[in-house]
């Protein structure tokens, strides 16, 4: 009887260490997000186009709007002259802090954190973020 009142107590306390240390999620942390890019990025044919269609836009960051300019002929200058590249460092460049949410306001504005386009951008920054 003993025996039988001492499993079902283990029982009970495995069950109420489960209970109270339950699983949950406050946040989502996507480590290396450029991971399953294999093939080099290209920043005429894969970045910019993002920046063309996303980011300089009336309003936002065109010529003579908000910083940096990413105008399809400006944007590489003003991006890694402008303090806003770290190449192969994608985790501390404002411009990947900015898209992936770690530095506010989370670009593009009203969009939230885009996947496909920080993969990109975390790939090129990593790959050395050259003007190719």
Same mark, same amino acid.
């Given at each position: 009887?003993?025996?039988?009142?001492?499993?079902?107590?283990?029982?009970?306390?495995?069950?109420?260490?489960?209970?109270?240390?339950?699983?949950?999620?406050?946040?989502?942390?996507?480590?290396?997000?450029?991971?399953?890019?294999?093939?080099?990025?290209?920043?005429?044919?894969?970045?910019?186009?993002?920046?063309?269609?996303?980011?300089?836009?009336?309003?936002?960051?065109?010529?003579?709007? *908000? $910083?940096? @300019?990413?105008?399809?002929?400006?944007? =590489?200058?003003? /991006? +890694? &002259?402008?303090?806003?590249? *770290? $190449?192969? @460092?994608?985790?501390?460049?404002?411009? =990947?802090?900015? /898209? +992936? &949410?770690?530095?506010?306001?989370?670009?593009?504005?009203?969009?939230?954190?885009?996947?496909?386009?920080?993969?990109?951008?975390?790939?090129?920054?990593?790959?050395?973020?050259?003007?190719?």
């Amino acid at each position: 009887m003993l025996k039988k009142k001492t499993a079902l107590l283990s029982v009970g306390v495995t069950a109420m260490l489960l209970l109270f240390s339950g699983c949950y999620k406050t946040t989502t942390l996507v480590v290396n997000p450029g991971a399953g890019i294999t093939t080099e990025m290209s920043y005429a044919n894969d970045i910019n186009p993002i920046f063309t269609k996303s980011c300089a836009l009336a309003g936002c960051h065109v010529s003579g709007g *908000k $910083a940096p @300019d990413l105008t399809k002929d400006n944007s =590489y200058k003003s /991006l +890694s &002259g402008g303090g806003y590249l *770290k $190449a192969g @460092d994608p985790d501390n460049s404002v411009l =990947y802090q900015w /898209l +992936s &949410g770690k530095k506010s306001p989370v670009m593009p504005l009203g969009s939230g954190p885009d996947q496909a386009i920080n993969a990109k951008v975390y790939a090129w920054i990593k790959q050395g973020a050259k003007n190719n």
